[in-house]
């Protein structure tokens, strides 16, 4: 126990800068998802542009895709989340938030577990990948997760938590200390996360119960 913790003393020390600028942003763009402010995406995005690098760096190259999939999709979520939104309104995001029901979530699950197969055998075939199978996965998890953020579907959170989960052993495996830190803190917001915008959404359903028995009884 004592070793693990002197190697992950060892890995935060010697974290470059440009790590130390990706986690935090990384931690900006969860904070303000949470609130729903759209200026998250912002920052997902110039975070996402360091990590595009700093993993193929290091030979995770699903990883690598998969913020590079991020960079674009900050794009697409800033846009799905500015939709119906007046120009003198605040930062806060016009679009609601809603729910998927469970057959959504099997069928995709079925896609993502085809896919993570797929890359895991090219990737153990075809390339110096490490950790082929973990990597596949957490991305193809991510790449679906992400779209629902940017859908605003509340049980992106519940992903996010597993995924941050097993990005934590993959990320303290490759000697990315202050990353895996920075997941382990992301399984927390997730939590913080699924929980408030389930408050929010349910205040918004029950508001609009209300309007609509207010109209029919008009």
């Known amino acids: 126990?004592?070793?693990?913790?002197?190697?992950?003393?060892?890995?935060?020390?010697?974290?470059?800068?440009?790590?130390?600028m990706a986690v935090v942003l990384a931690v900006v763009y969860l904070i303000l998802a949470i609130?729903?402010?759209?200026?998250?995406?912002?920052?997902?995005?110039?975070?996402?542009?360091?990590?595009?690098?700093?993993?193929?760096?290091i030979n995770l190259f699903m990883e690598s895709f998969l913020n590079f999939y991020y960079l674009i999709m900050a794009v697409y979520g800033w846009q799905q989340w500015q939709q119906g939104k007046p120009q003198e309104q605040t930062t806060s995001s016009a679009k609601r938030i809603i729910t998927w029901q469970c057959k959504y979530h099997f069928y995709a699950m079925l896609c993502c577990s085809f896919l993570i197969v797929v890359s895991y055998w090219l990737l153990s075939h075809y390339t110096q990948q490490a950790y082929p199978l973990l990597d596949?996965?957490?991305?193809?998890?991510?790449?679906?997760?992400?779209?629902?953020?940017?859908?605003?579907?509340?049980?992106?959170?519940?992903?996010?938590?597993?995924?941050?989960?097993?990005?934590?052993?993959?990320?303290?495996?490759?000697?990315?200390?202050l990353t895996a830190l920075l997941f382990v803190g992301y399984v927390a917001l997730s939590i913080v996360g699924f929980f408030s915008w389930k408050r929010h959404f349910s205040?918004?359903?029950?508001?609009?119960?209300?309007?609509?028995?207010?109209?029919?009884?008009?």
Do not use: H, P
């Open 1 to 20: 126990m004592n070793t693990f913790f002197e190697n992950f003393i060892a890995q935060l020390f010697a974290t470059s800068y440009l790590e130390w």
């Open 35 to 57: 609130k729903e402010n759209s200026w998250c995406w912002v920052s997902a995005f110039f975070s996402t542009a360091i990590y595009v690098y700093l993993f193929f760096d």
């Open 136 to 177: 596949s996965t957490t991305t193809w998890l991510a790449i679906f997760t992400t779209y629902l953020v940017t859908q605003k579907v509340l049980e992106n959170w519940l992903y996010w938590v597993v995924i941050d989960l097993l990005s934590i052993y993959l990320y303290l495996e490759k000697g990315m200390a």
């Open 203 to 218: 205040l918004l359903s029950n508001s609009t119960v209300k309007t609509e028995f207010t109209e029919l009884k008009n």
